[in-house]
């Protein structure tokens, strides 16, 4: 039995390669960049120097409260999202998760799981987005947020940006493992739909 599972798990090894295009070629470490407020942190100790890829790693919190989730309305445009952003230098994910939710909502949260990964080529950036739930604090307007509220699923705001949308979606499965998913529309394009 371990033999064969063993020779399921190179047979998928093989075919991700192949769905890539990396059969025939060597494998090489690529240098992460982490960029925060327009500087860069570079990690080229696993990759070439001359070609390295750049990511932006960013967290965001799906926080539902009697089967409705919360939701911030941002100041800087009209859009609706998940309470979330970007990692910055020195933070764990969790610290980060921590520190966006409280910036955008007030709320300290308590992290539950992991819900998915998403990958956003035209960004360069992936997202972590947990479930949470709510240890203290209440949902308010800060800085960053206008306002704060608890929406059903259902009834999701239509100028809701679209990923986040889906991430609702997909911590709605309630699959016990996380959602790997690929968004690769722009923020432009995102909301171009909303308007069509």
């Known amino acids: 039995m371990k033999k064969l599972e063993a020779n399921e798990r190179k047979e998928g090894i093989e075919a991700d390669q192949a ?25 080229d100790k696993a990759g070439s120097a ?11 919190a799906l926080i539902f409260e009697e089967g ?12 609706w999202n998940l309470p979330g952003g970007g990692m910055e230098v020195g933070e764990t994910v969790e610290e980060a998760l921590h520190r966006e939710v409280f910036e955008e909502t ?10 998915g990964v998403y990958s956003k080529p035209q960004k360069q950036e992936v997202v972590l987005t947990f479930r949470c739930h709510v240890i203290g604090g209440v949902p308010s307007e800060t800085e960053e ?11 999701l705001p239509a100028n809701m940006l679209p990923k986040h949308r889906q991430r609702v979606e997909d911590a709605l499965i309630n699959q016990q493992s996380a959602i790997l998913r690929v968004q690769r529309s722009s923020t432009a394009e995102d909301q171009q739909l909303q308007n069509d």
């Open 50 to 60: 001359e070609s390295p890829a750049r990511f932006r790693i960013a967290v965001s």
């Open 106 to 115: 007030g709320l300290k949260v308590g992290i539950e799981r992991l819900v």
């Open 68 to 79: 409705r989730v919360l939701l911030a309305h941002r100041r800087d445009i009209d859009w």
């Open 19 to 43: 769905a890539v295009g990396a059969v025939n070629r060597p494998l090489r470490p690529i240098c992460v960049t982490i960029i925060q407020g327009g500087l860069a942190m570079k990690d």
């Open 145 to 155: 947020t206008r306002e704060c509220r608890y929406v059903d699923p259902g009834d």
